[in-house]
């Protein structure tokens, strides 16, 4: 018998069409619907981009104000949200937290609900799904933090925009528009990657014709794990392991010879470097530059001048973000909802993608356990 030729992890598999987003990884290159993201982080705001990844286009003026109030209509915390997200331990991880109350969301949205036949929903009733979800995030996120931090939450702000709303309502300050600025960019770069291990998730539960919030509930689970969205958060670990610059070349030696994996380093399918990371390196930047803590950018480089050195694997976004979100003042811990909030966008135009051409996505295995026996009687 000739062995299948196994593709482990999918590695160099296509499995399907996407005219959401290309990743190039030949010439660096990240497209959302056609537009360089490094060209769309500079110059617009994230819901627009959000309005590009649903609808295939840049909004008009009249359109990115519906969106907007749209948006800032289901800004609030629903009070049913909140009670399911207090009775989450304050010990489990925000993620545990996000996916809980997606799945409250979820279940208290009655047109989701419900006969199995018609989970999945008409493209027009996803996008407003998806423009729900998307507008309740930053509230989850942010009353995440502060309980956390033993602090009340805060109501969203009419007056703000997406980014600096997001801000208003973690912090309780009005943010510095170069803060705002940052963040804003960050979440654009976060939006979309293709048929990334959460989007493929979400796309696999869709196939079943399951609804969209638990597309986006099992697309959580699978970016916790720190070789994906985990990531922005265990940098910061690796940043207060290493302390300062000076012990950077100790410190990865140490790391090396234990053969630890070095967080925020390396990509599935950028070999020579991630697109988003010059974009995002420059917001991170500007943040040193605003807060003056140039020794965080001191440690950023010394650890990337001598890991590239040393292994030839280079930063990904979660590397200059994860430094830029802790400087903003966000705990490590929310790193990775942070990462949610952005993604959701990208998470659900492939569940709308995927539903206008489904097939369901169930590959096949090489069975290699013992061979066929019976129970003794
Ligand atoms: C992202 C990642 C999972 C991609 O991995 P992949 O394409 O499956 O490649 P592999 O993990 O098989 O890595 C290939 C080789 O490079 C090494 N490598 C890759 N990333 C590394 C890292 N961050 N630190 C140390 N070694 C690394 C592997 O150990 C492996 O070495 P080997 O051939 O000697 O065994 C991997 O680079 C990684 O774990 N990075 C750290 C987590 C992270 O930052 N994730 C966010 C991704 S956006």
């Given at each position: 018998m000739t062995e299948p030729d196994i593709k482990k992890g999918l590695a160099g598999v296509v499995v399907d069409t996407t005219a959401i987003s290309k990743v190039n990884p030949e010439t660096n290159s990240l497209l959302y619907r056609g537009y360089p993201v490094q060209e769309l982080a500079a110059t617009q705001p994230f819901e627009a981009v959000a309005y590009l990844l649903w609808n295939g286009e840049l909004p008009d003026a009249a359109q990115l104000a519906d969106l907007r109030a749209t948006e800032r209509a289901h800004r609030a915390l629903a009070a049913e949200v909140k009670a399911v997200i207090d009775l989450i331990p304050l010990s489990a991880h925000p993620m545990d937290e996000v996916r809980t109350a997606v799945s409250a969301i979820g279940a208290s949205d009655p047109g989701a609900g419900g006969s199995v036949l018609n989970a999945g929903g008409s493209p027009a009733e996803n996008l407003e799904r998806s423009i729900r979800l998307f507008a309740a995030l930053p509230a989850i996120v942010a009353y995440g933090q502060r309980r956390r931090r033993g602090e009340d939450i805060i109501a969203p702000r009419d007056d703000l925009d997406y980014s600096a709303n997001f801000l208003w309502m973690t912090f309780g300050e009005e943010p510095d528009p170069v803060v705002v600025d940052a963040f804003n960019r960050s979440m654009i770069l976060y939006a979309e990657h293709s048929f990334n291990a959460s989007t493929f998730t979400a796309r696999v539960i869709t196939s079943t014709l399951s609804d969209l919030y638990s597309a986006v509930v099992g697309a959580i689970g699978a970016l916790k794990g720190p070789l994906h969205g985990g990531a922005n958060e265990a940098v910061l670990h690796i940043f207060d392991e290493i302390?300062?610059?000076?012990n950077v070349v100790p410190w990865l030696d140490a790391a090396l010879a234990e053969k630890r994996k070095i967080m925020g380093f390396g990509h599935r399918v950028y070999k020579k470097g991630d697109s988003r990371v010059p974009t995002m390196k420059a917001a991170l930047d500007t943040l040193v530059e605003h807060y003056g803590r140039e020794d965080v950018a001191e440690l950023y480089d010394a650890l990337e001048s001598e890991f590239v050195a040393r292994k030839g694997i280079y930063p990904n976004l979660d590397y200059p973000s994860g430094p830029a979100y802790n400087l903003i003042g966000f705990d490590t811990l929310t790193f990775t909802p942070l990462f949610v909030a952005a993604r959701v966008t990208g998470w659900t135009a492939h569940v709308i993608e995927q539903a206008g051409a489904n097939a369901l996505i169930r590959p096949l295995s090489h069975y290699d356990g013992v061979d066929e026996r019976h129970v003794e009687r």
């Open positions: 302390g300062s610059a000076d």
